[in-house]
């Protein structure tokens, strides 16, 4: 458990974009309020993350919306939230599609990088969004 503290304050600090619900004393909302209560508990029993691919609009676009739910497990309390990474617009030609996948690629490794630097590990079935199966 210490060595979590340590770890945070020699990479982290406490830059955390914490909301204003959970620093008014409401449960994590997002990543960095997570990542917070880590820092002040010192442990987490377990992260999983579930990543889906959501049809919508986007005003008048058709789009599929990039999305993870993360769950992280603590000591006392079990947070589950969702998190856009990006979105596939159905008007863009394919290669605008892909580039679309790898910036929301590029966001969830970030955030799976900021956690695995901390030696923990996030389970769940896919780690990264696939590409559009049409052209």
């Known amino acids: 458990m210490l060595e979590i503290h340590k770890e945070f304050k020699q990479h982290y600090g406490q830059n955390f974009m914490r909301s204003l619900g959970y620093i008014l004393g409401k449960p994590p909302q997002n990543f960095d309020d997570c990542?917070?209560?880590?820092?002040k508990e010192g442990e987490v029993r377990r992260i999983s993350l579930k990543l889906e691919k959501k049809d919508g609009t986007y005003?008048?676009?058709?789009?599929?919306?990039?999305?993870?739910?993360?769950?992280?497990?603590f000591k006392h309390i079990t947070i589950v939230y969702q998190e856009r990474f990006g979105a596939v617009l159905a008007q863009d030609d394919y290669?605008?599609?892909?580039?679309?996948?790898?910036?929301?690629?590029?966001?969830?490794?970030?955030?799976?990088?900021?956690?695995?630097?901390?030696?923990?590990?996030?389970?769940?079935?896919?780690?990264?969004f696939e590409y559009p199966t049409s052209q």
């Open 35 to 39: 990542m917070d209560k880590l820092r």
């Open 59 to 73: 005003g008048e676009i058709l789009a599929d919306f990039l999305d993870g739910i993360f769950t992280w497990n």
């Open 95 to 128: 290669k605008r599609q892909k580039t679309s996948v790898d910036n929301a690629n590029k966001r969830l490794e970030r955030y799976l990088d900021v956690i695995g630097d901390l030696e923990l590990e996030v389970e769940g079935e896919d780690k990264r």
